[in-house]
């Protein structure tokens, strides 16, 4: 559905994609995970024909994304960090002012809009001002919206920022319904690891814009060669590799991050020979695998960029 080939985008001396070549396939959530910065929101710009490439090529639906804008256009939904509806209008005369925008026939209009507003679970509430909207059913109105058209694919740019949690599962149930019932391709932003893990079929990680780590959430995870161990201890890093069961080892934190093939049997040992404050182990998540790849905390570098965006408008 998207083939992407040496890509790249360049604002004087910094490059933002740096050379990328990328598959996405038809029916797929595909995750772009990257730092702030790390050149995924670039990338989803070009896909989307917002930015022109520096140079490379690619397709969206089989359209070329320089000489055939207006295709590609026709055949993508996007819904941004920032909800962009009109308050004043209810969720019904958003939906009935962009079926007009994206040139939905007028015959087709009213059952598309019924449509989607069942696919997002808005029905009950079209007629309400979006002012009295909650978080989450803006954003559930923005993927809405989005789907009038029936493109082919659907860009969701951190849909659940700012969420509470559990308004955030039922943004990821409505995304799901949204895959199986519209067979659209979704190419998916999040700083929210668990996010990608539930939703994603395969996680490319940018960085520095190069894809650096391409697979489905579990060959991700067990690329690591084991369970985690998180132990805070004042012996060196050299102290805690001589053990035989460790594989890897790295300071994050305040703590020393482990890598073991069998945590409940490693941990014992540790702590018998190790002078250790306090210690935890897991099996490896997501997060864990952005901090081996990247050396960067992908939630917190997300908790941060969200308090600066706040930060404007407080």
């Known amino acids: 559905m998207i083939r992407i080939r040496n890509l790249v985008k360049k604002y004087g001396d910094l490059t933002a994609v740096d050379d990328l070549t990328l598959d996405i396939n038809e029916n797929e959530v595909f995750g772009l995970l990257g730092s702030n910065g790390a050149g ?7 896909l989307a ?4 490439p520096t140079s490379g090529t690619a397709t969206v639906n089989d359209y070329d994304i320089v000489s055939q804008p207006a295709k590609v256009r026709a055949s993508i939904g996007i819904v941004f960090q ?4 009109d308050d004043m ?27 989607v507003l069942e696919l997002v679970g808005l029905t009950d509430r079209r007629h309400d001002q979006v002012k009295a909207y909650s978080g989450g059913m803006r954003r559930r109105l923005e993927i809405a ?6 493109p082919k694919v659907m860009f969701l740019d ?11 599962e039922t943004m990821w149930k409505y995304v799901k319904r949204l895959v199986e ?11 929210y690891m668990e996010e990608a893990d539930m939703l994603c079929d395969r996680i490319g990680i940018i960085d520095k814009g190069k894809i650096v780590a391409l697979d489905t959430p579990a060959g991700l995870k067990a690329g690591l060669g084991g369970d985690i161990i998180r132990i805070k201890t004042k012996d060196s890093i050299d102290r805690v590799r001589q053990f035989d069961f460790v594989h890897k080892v790295e300071q994050s934190d305040g703590f020393l ?30 997060n864990d695998v952005f901090i081996q790849i990247t050396g960067r905390n992908i939630k917190e570098q997300a908790e941060g960029g969200f308090m600066e965006r706040y930060a404007k408008y407080d």
Not at 40 to 46: C, E
Not at 91 to 115: C, D, F, K, T
Not at 181 to 191: D, G, M, P, R
Request: aromatic fraction near 4%.
């Open 40 to 46: 995924k929101t670039t990338t989803i710009h070009m």
């Open 49 to 52: 024909t917002l930015l022109k």
């Open 82 to 85: 920032a909800p962009s509806s």
């Open 89 to 115: 209008l209810t969720g019904y005369e958003n939906l009935q002012l962009h079926s007009m925008l994206y040139s939905v026939p007028r015959h087709a209009r009213r059952q598309r809009i019924e449509e």
């Open 145 to 150: 919206r989005g789907l009038l058209h029936k």
């Open 158 to 168: 951190e849909p659940t920022l700012g969420l509470d949690p559990a308004s955030r």
């Open 181 to 191: 019932e519209e067979k659209v391709t979704i190419i998916l932003t999040t700083h």
């Open 257 to 286: 991050v482990l890598s073991v093939k069998d945590a409940k049997k490693a941990l014992p040992v540790l702590l018998q020979n190790v002078e250790a404050e306090s210690a935890e182990f897991a099996s490896p998540t997501l």
